[in-house]
């Protein structure tokens, strides 16, 4: 009988890390370096947001640490479960399950109704919903009266509340945003940024955020900053100021070098 990959408990407070990753694409003179041996942890039940300059490497570090793209070297752990020991049913598996994915562009199935696109992921995996969990989820939310409503019918904003909700559905050990809030205006992106927010708080949800606007950072528990694929800040109780201030830092050294 063979052992469950996924047996062992995640270290506690630690739902994702990544040691010395780095990743690169291409070779000789097209060789870019994405990732320069970057380690970072998400501690559990904590909002982080990761911020830097574009063509820093904010993305391609999410995909990374989500299982969604290789690496070149060094490890990423989602708990105690290496990704790299993983076969791809494994792994395919481990992001069903374990992972929760919210992305700009919503990603919603048109044909389906707000509550078939929350339970897809469950429905995809063969199990049902755990309904206390779920009532929990989609009152948070705010979607209990849109629940029969398609995506057509939706405005943006509601249609990315079904997406957190669809993230959150599974009761993921990690849910990671890909500028979750670039389509909205800042009315409906705040109100999923609130959303977000409180299922750390209200649920004990980790969420790890990719984003480039500093009032959406300032959300987050914690920020971390890349520049030239490296990790070279990180700022906790962020404030809009505080890390547009530490934004334009980049913006200056990029004019200078």
Known sequence: MTADPFSSRPTPGIAAST???????????????????????????????????????????????????????????????ELGTLGDRHLTELRRDRIGFIFQAFNLLPTLTALENITLPLSIAGRRPDRQWLDRVVSMVGLAQRLDHRPGQLSGGQQ?????????????????????????????????????RDSVRELGQTVVMVTHDPVAASYADRVVFLADGRLVDEMVRPTPDRVLDRMKQFDTRARTS
């Not at 010395?20 to 070779?27: H, R, T």
């Not at 509340?161 to 890909?178: E, H, N, Q, S, W």
């Open 19 to 81: 040691t010395d990753l780095s990743k690169v694409y291409g070779s000789g003179d097209t060789r870019v370096v994405a990732l320069d041996r970057v380690s970072v942890s998400f501690r559990e039940a904590e909002f982080t947001a990761i911020m830097g300059p574009s063509g820093c490497g904010k993305s391609t570090l999410m995909h990374c640490a989500a299982g969604l793209d290789s690496v070149s070297s060094g490890s990423v752990r989602i708990g105690t479960t």
């Open 160 to 196: 990315q509340r079904v997406a957190v909700a669809r993230a959150l559905a599974t009761r993921p050990a990690i849910v990671f945003g890909d500028e979750p809030t670039g389509n909205l205006d800042s009315r409906a992106g705040a109100e999923v940024l609130g959303f977000l």
